[in-house]
């Protein structure tokens, strides 16, 4: 079992939480006790951002976080010196979640190693579907770190069932159609991909997309496995509110 | 080789939410575009409204200068014009026969987005463009083009707000809308099967001129020559030609301003590969992957990135480009005004000023053809504040 399935799995009855933060965010200065927050306060799986200019799967409040990170100078290659400095620090599992062309430059299994020496044991590319993504789920592979499956509303069962041939850790459900950040009610369609997927695939399921609290998911008639949240984190941050105090709202409701 | 690409470049790297409308836009071009009828609506569409075919014109006065025959493709005499519009009424009706109710689609100059406005309007179907907040400023008249064909313009205003951006919020709204809406892609590049599909509906105008230059002279051109922003209006050209190996393929990349090192929109010249709006193809990024802002006179030309089937042309050295600044632009666009009467886009007077700067590249009595692929019009703010001509 990859060691971010063991995360989610051992939460047993409760959802397993993971919180988004964007590299950098809000300062690099003050990113890194952002992250110790978050691990300090019940973060299963931390999913650190690796910003890029052009991000089509994001919404504004992702867009704009990215945009002031590398207005800061972030980058990939910082991130991992920065990441393998703090290697053994945190408690929760670690992924990195970032669009394809900064991995390209950077060169797939020269990041695959590097990340594996900085302790990551996924990475989530939001613009990479299976007909693309062989090359770089190989060079990830070789290092132990798990390509994680992105499936949504429009994701036939057919299409889960090629993803669920390679999928490893967890598989995220996109809960709108849409990009992140959304705010508002889980549609009902959220519940049918959750069974649909339920259905396909072994690994745990984790919810995310717009979502601002455990509350919403908990009303859904098919429970996922664990819940991502970024934008609204990201959002509480930049008001001026520590992490930590997020993940106490998140979690009490 | 691997589907949706061309050599080593093209693929689709999207969100897999837009997999299905992508997968679905595929399927339509192999079920529905061959089919009888779709040829002849489509071709009674690009005939009796959109003005086509369009004339291949002698320049008897530049052939004299250049010491070889220039002839122009005509497509600023198209509807809504440039070449657009062969594009976007193939698309639109595509979205017709595949049930959809609605277009969206970026715009950079606002050329494609007045073309796809007119193609909505004229099948019936809604229209939404969205539009870099910067090039809204630029390109007033073309806004107002847009909106009074029944368009909903929407302003972007994140990144440099330009026409990589406005691409990045059609690409969201697409996400939201897929049910009802098509993705009118403007240009040869994108996802796969964009960069296939836009080739197939812009060839009508090389094979146009294939055809023309066989009545008129009993032979194939030794060179054709086109501007290179995304690049359709140069695919559209060179694909009918590129089994002829005597026929040279000329692109022509925008190269900014000029001097070394300042931004510019030539990324076959002076980019890296790269992954950008859903396809491997040829980039200006830094050494991390981060997209660099493009700069062009013409706003038609700005953009970072460029048609994957382009970047394989290039690779394989099937085609060769070039590059023309703006003050060579800008100078190819008054020549052409004086000497054969033509105001062109400041598109295609890229492609027009490489022929002029380097006449010695194409052989003395020879043929030349340069893909005129927009008029002048619209860029008449720019030229007059450009060459200082406050009494025009």
Same mark, same amino acid.
């Given at each position: 079992?990859?060691?971010?399935? =063991?995360?989610?799995?051992?939460?047993?009855?409760?959802?397993?939480?993971?919180?988004?933060?964007?590299?950098?965010?809000?300062?690099?200065?003050?990113?890194?006790? =952002?992250?110790?927050?978050?691990?300090?306060?019940?973060?299963?799986?931390?999913?650190?951002?690796?910003?890029?200019?052009?991000?089509?799967?994001?919404?504004?409040?992702?867009?704009?976080?990215?945009?002031?990170?590398?207005?800061?100078?972030?980058?990939?290659?910082?991130?991992?010196?920065?990441?393998?400095?703090?290697?053994?620090?945190?408690?929760?599992?670690?992924?990195?979640?970032?669009?394809?062309?900064?991995?390209?430059?950077?060169?797939?299994?020269?990041?695959?190693?590097?990340?594996?020496?900085?302790?990551?044991?996924?990475?989530?590319?939001?613009?990479?579907?299976?007909?693309?993504?062989?090359?770089?789920?190989?060079?990830?592979?070789?290092?132990?770190?798990?390509?994680?499956?992105?499936?949504?509303?429009?994701?036939?069962?057919?299409?889960?069932?090629?993803?669920?041939?390679?999928?490893?850790?967890?598989?995220?459900?996109?809960?709108?159609?849409?990009?992140?950040?959304?705010?508002?009610?889980?549609?009902?369609?959220?519940?049918?991909?959750?069974?649909?997927?339920?259905?396909?695939?072994?690994?745990?399921?984790?919810?995310?997309?717009?979502?601002?609290?455990?509350?919403?998911?908990?009303?859904?008639?098919?429970?996922?496995?664990?819940?991502?949240?970024?934008?609204?984190?990201?959002?509480?941050?930049?008001?001026?509110?520590?992490?930590?105090?997020?993940? =106490?709202?998140?979690?009490?409701? | 080789?691997?589907?949706?690409?061309?050599?080593?470049?093209?693929?689709?790297?999207?969100?897999?939410?837009?997999?299905?409308?992508?997968?679905?836009?595929?399927?339509?071009?192999?079920?529905?575009?061959?089919?009888?009828?779709?040829?002849?609506?489509?071709?009674?569409?690009?005939?009796?409204?959109?003005?086509?075919?369009?004339?291949?014109?002698?320049?008897?006065?530049?052939?004299?200068?250049?010491?070889?025959?220039?002839?122009?493709?005509?497509?600023?005499?198209?509807?809504?014009?440039?070449?657009?519009?062969?594009?976007?009424?193939?698309?639109?009706?595509?979205?017709?026969?595949?049930?959809?109710?609605?277009?969206?689609?970026?715009?950079?100059?606002?050329?494609?987005?007045?073309?796809?406005?007119?193609?909505?309007?004229?099948?019936?179907?809604?229209?939404?463009?969205?539009?870099?907040?910067?090039?809204?400023?630029?390109?007033?008249?073309?806004?107002?083009?847009?909106?009074?064909?029944?368009?909903?313009?929407?302003?972007?205003?994140?990144?440099?707000?330009?026409?990589?951006?406005?691409?990045?919020?059609?690409?969201?709204?697409?996400?939201?809308?897929?049910?009802?809406?098509?993705?009118?892609?403007?240009?040869?590049?994108?996802?796969?099967?964009?960069?296939?599909?836009?080739?197939?509906?812009?060839?009508?105008?090389?094979?146009?001129?294939?055809?023309?230059?066989?009545?008129?002279?009993?032979?194939?051109?030794?060179?054709?020559?086109?501007?290179?922003?995304?690049?359709?209006?140069?695919?559209?050209?060179?694909?009918?030609?590129?089994?002829?190996?005597?026929?040279?393929?000329?692109?022509?990349?925008?190269?900014?301003?000029?001097?070394?090192?300042?931004?510019?929109?030539?990324?076959?010249?002076?980019?890296?590969?790269?992954?950008?709006?859903?396809?491997?193809?040829?980039?200006?990024?830094?050494?991390?992957?981060?997209?660099?802002?493009?700069?062009?006179?013409?706003?038609?030309?700005?953009?970072?990135?460029?048609?994957?089937?382009?970047?394989?042309?290039?690779?394989?050295?099937?085609?060769?480009?070039?590059?023309?600044?703006?003050?060579?632009?800008?100078?190819?666009?008054?020549?052409?005004?004086?000497?054969?009467?033509?105001?062109?886009?400041?598109?295609?007077?890229?492609?027009?000023?490489?022929?002029?700067?380097?006449?010695?590249?194409?052989?003395?009595?020879?043929?030349?053809?340069?893909?005129?692929?927009?008029?002048?019009?619209?860029?008449?703010?720019?030229?007059?504040?450009?060459?200082?001509?406050?009494?025009?």
């Amino acid at each position: 079992m990859h060691s971010l399935e =063991q995360k989610i799995r051992a939460t047993q009855s409760r959802f397993a939480l993971i919180p988004y933060i964007t590299a950098g965010f809000p300062t690099r200065a003050t990113f890194w006790q =952002q992250v110790e927050e978050l691990d300090a306060h019940g973060a299963d799986i931390i999913e650190i951002g690796v910003p890029f200019s052009d991000p089509v799967a994001d919404g504004p409040v992702v867009e704009d976080a990215a945009r002031r990170a590398l207005a800061e100078g972030m980058s990939l290659e910082l991130l991992l010196s920065e990441l393998g400095a703090r290697k053994h620090s945190l408690r929760a599992g670690l992924v990195l979640m970032g669009y394809m062309n900064p991995f390209l430059q950077y060169g797939l299994e020269r990041f695959a190693r590097d990340a594996a020496a900085a302790g990551v044991q996924g990475c989530i590319v939001p613009d990479l579907p299976y007909e693309e993504a062989e090359e770089f789920r190989l060079a990830l592979r070789a290092q132990g770190i798990a390509l994680i499956t992105l499936v949504g509303q429009n994701t036939s069962e057919e299409r889960m069932r090629l993803y669920a041939t390679v999928s490893e850790g967890y598989v995220y459900v996109v809960s709108v159609m849409g990009t992140t950040g959304g705010k508002g009610s889980l549609p009902a369609a959220a519940a049918e991909t959750l069974a649909r997927a339920r259905k396909v695939f072994t690994v745990p399921l984790a919810l995310g997309f717009g979502l601002e609290k455990t509350s919403q998911v908990a009303a859904l008639p098919v429970l996922p496995d664990a819940v991502v949240f970024g934008s609204a984190l990201l959002r509480h941050i930049d008001a001026g509110n520590s992490a930590a105090s997020f993940m =106490q709202n998140f979690v009490n409701n | 080789m691997k589907k949706g690409y061309f050599g080593d470049f093209g693929g689709c790297f999207v969100p897999e939410l837009l997999m299905p409308p992508l997968l679905e836009v595929e399927e339509a071009m192999q079920k529905i575009m061959p089919t009888a009828q779709f040829r002849a609506e489509l071709d009674d569409l690009l005939h009796s409204y959109a003005g086509r075919e369009t004339p291949l014109t002698l320049c008897p006065n530049l052939s004299q200068k250049l010491g070889f025959t220039l002839r122009l493709k005509r497509e600023d005499l198209l509807h809504t014009g440039a070449h657009k519009i062969n594009n976007t009424l193939g698309q639109a009706l595509l979205a017709k026969y595949m049930g959809k109710s609605a277009l969206v689609a970026e715009t950079g100059a606002g050329q494609h987005g007045v073309a796809t406005a007119a193609a909505a309007a004229r099948l019936g179907l809604q229209c939404t463009i969205f539009m870099g907040a910067d090039d809204v400023t630029r390109q007033a008249s073309n806004v107002c083009r847009m909106r009074l064909l029944g368009a909903k313009v929407h302003p972007v205003h994140s990144g440099t707000r330009t026409l990589k951006d406005a691409i990045n919020e059609a690409l969201r709204f697409w996400i939201r809308s897929q049910e009802s809406t098509h993705y009118c892609f403007g240009t040869a590049a994108g996802p796969h099967p964009f960069p296939t599909l836009v080739r197939e509906f812009q060839s009508v105008l090389g094979q146009e001129t294939r055809k023309q230059m066989l009545a008129a002279t009993g032979r194939l051109p030794d060179a054709v020559v086109a501007a290179v922003g995304g690049g359709s209006n140069a695919i559209g050209m060179f694909a009918p030609f590129i089994h002829d190996p005597e026929v040279r393929l000329v692109g022509v990349e925008a190269a900014g301003t000029g001097e070394a090192g300042c931004y510019n929109s030539a990324p076959l010249n002076l980019g890296t590969d790269g992954v950008l709006h859903g396809n491997f193809t040829k980039l200006l990024q830094t050494a991390d992957g981060q997209i660099e802002p493009s700069h062009s006179v013409s706003a038609g030309l700005d953009y970072p990135g460029v048609g994957p089937e382009h970047a394989y042309l290039h690779a394989t050295g099937r085609a060769e480009y070039g590059m023309a600044n703006d003050a060579q632009a800008l100078n190819a666009f008054q020549v052409l005004c004086h000497t054969e009467g033509i105001l062109p886009a400041l598109e295609s007077s890229h492609a027009l000023a490489y022929v002029l700067e380097h006449p010695q590249a194409f052989p003395a009595g020879g043929e030349v053809v340069v893909n005129l692929s927009g008029r002048g019009d619209k860029d008449m703010d720019i030229v007059r504040h450009a060459l200082s001509l406050e009494d025009l």
